[in-house]
T-cell receptor, first 114, second 114 residues
Framework: DAMVIQNPRYQVTQFGKPVTLSCSQTLNHNVMYWYQQKSSQAPKLLFHYYDKDFNNEADTPDNFQSRRPNTSFCFLDIRSPGLGDAAMYLC?????????????FGQGTRLTVV | GEDVEQSLFLSVREGDSSVINCTYTDSSSTYLYWYKQEPGAGLQLLTYIFSNMDMKQDQRLTVLLNKKDKHLSLRIADTQTGDSAIYFCAEILNYGGSQGNLIFGKGTKLSVKP
């Protein structure tokens, strides 16, 4: 059974039109992460939530926002998508933020901007 | 700086051993990870090694760590067609101790020929 579920798997949005990607988890983990993975590149952390505490990476553009209304759900909002935002977006969870804690990844949402 | 380097492609024949190499830059990294990504899927943690270890074996997987040279390798014995995927090396930075500070390489695409 899928433990980290991302919807939709594929999303097409128009240039400049706000879009929201969703992630849900059945693991009851405290930490949820959003990564951006562009073609042939390494996944890059955008931000993460430890419970309700939001942690933004220094180089994450303001165009990217996140919401975590409860333990199970986390959303990635792209306020004005540009062509350069086309990528695979990966959600992950972990029980804690200790370094030896495994991160569980969803299958990703592939975003296309037209 | 933070950088994880991997060769981008590796091709082997079924039944042979595969060795995927990685170099990292942060000597204070406490844990080093190997993730597998199958086409269209998220990342799956394969194995990890703590920085005070030289080797870790888990069934067909052997991880070797050379801290002096900051070199990590993943050996897959008796490689199968189902092992075809992209393999990401990742290090976790020491500051903060957060899983969110995973730094990924660009991934090595392993192709297994029958």
């Amino acid at each position: 059974d899928a433990m980290v579920i991302q919807n939709p798997r594929y999303q097409v949005t128009q240039f400049g039109k706000p879009v929201t990607l969703s992630c849900s988890q059945t693991l009851n983990h405290n930490v949820m992460y959003w990564y951006q993975q562009k073609s042939s590149q390494a996944p890059k952390l955008l931000f993460h939530y430890y419970d309700k505490d939001f942690n933004n990476e220094a180089d994450t553009p303001d165009n990217f926002q996140s919401r975590r209304p409860n333990t199970s759900f986390c959303f990635l909002d792209i306020r004005s998508p540009g062509l350069g935002d086309a990528a695979m977006y990966l959600c992950a969870t972990s029980e804690t933020v200790r370094v030896n804690t495994e991160a569980f990844f969803g299958q990703g949402t592939r975003l296309t901007v037209v | 700086g933070e950088d994880v380097e991997q060769s981008l492609f590796l091709s082997v024949r079924e039944g042979d051993s595969s060795v995927i190499n990685c170099t990292y830059t942060d000597s204070s990294s406490t844990y080093l990870y190997w993730y597998k990504q199958e086409p269209g899927a998220g990342l799956q943690l394969l194995t990890y090694i703590f920085s005070n270890m030289d080797m870790k074996q888990d069934q067909r997987l052997t991880v070797l760590l050379n801290k002096k040279d900051k070199h990590l390798s993943l050996r897959i014995a008796d490689t199968q067609t189902g092992d075809s995927a992209i393999y990401f090396c990742a290090e976790i930075l020491n500051y903060g101790g957060s899983q969110g500070n995973l730094i990924f390489g660009k991934g090595t695409k392993l192709s297994v020929k029958p």
